[in-house]
């Protein structure tokens, strides 16, 4: 089945690094994708990691996949007031129509 | 911003009325998706439509309906609301299916 989960709060001081969990359980996952979105704004993409690698970085964004245990992380360096969002693991799974289903959402808030 | 718009931002309207939600994809993309967002629900896959045909189906109730045009945007129309299809609802976009999906702003309805 298609189940992914999240902590529901971190909190942080400013400057500091976050790291936000997720773990999933369909193995047919083909990307894995972190979502952010702030108060009454839609979903922005932040970054996305093909599910044949381990690590992915892109600027302040370091995602991590441990396949063997469906773990999924997603590593702010040097967090930001602005950084503080909610942000969304979800799976795209190809043999159930590329659909993606998503995480219940963990609320970063950052400390200044 | 991601390209992706989707009107009206907001609709307000009562139980048993029946609305239409419009979506329109970044230029070129060809696969439109709906998601539906609530507080008890998280964020749920709705439909998937690839150049004017359906692709697959999530959790839709059989009283909310889907469509591709033409020009490529696409419109959900939702029947017989009740008070529990308050929600947000966001459409997203890519080029092909199972590409990386682009989120709208959404369009908050609320049901009195």
């Known amino acids: 089945g298609e189940d992914v989960e999240q902590s529901l709060f971190l909190s942080v001081r400013e400057g500091d690094s976050s790291v936000i969990n997720c773990t999933y359980t369909?193995?047919?996952?083909?990307?894995l994708y972190w979502y952010k979105q702030e108060p009454g704004a839609g979903l922005q993409l932040l970054t996305y990691i093909f599910s044949n690698m381990d690590m992915k970085q892109d600027q302040r964004l370091t995602v991590l996949l441990n396949k063997k245990d469906k773990h999924l992380s997603l590593r702010i360096a040097d967090t930001q007031t602005g950084d503080s969002a909610i942000y969304f693991c979800a799976e795209s799974i190809r043999n159930a129509g590329n659909m993606l289903t998503f995480g219940g959402g963990t609320r970063l808030m950052v400390k200044p | 911003d991601s390209g992706v718009t989707q009107t009206p931002k907001h609709l307000i309207t009562a139980t048993g009325q029946r609305v239409t939600l419009r979506c329109s994809p970044r230029?070129?993309?060809?696969?439109v998706y709906w998601y539906q967002q609530s507080l008890d629900q998280g964020l749920q896959f709705l439909i998937h439509y690839y150049n004017g045909e359906e692709r697959a189906k999530g959790n839709i109730l059989e009283r909310f309906s889907a469509q591709q045009f033409p020009d490529l945007h696409s419109e959900l129309n939702l029947s017989s609301l009740e008070l529990g299809d308050s929600a947000l609802y966001f459409c997203a976009s890519s080029v092909v299916g199972g590409d990386t999906q682009y989120f709208g702003p959404g369009t908050r309805l609320t049901v009195l």
């Open positions: 369909d193995s047919s996952s083909t990307y």
């Open positions: 230029s070129g993309d060809l696969s």
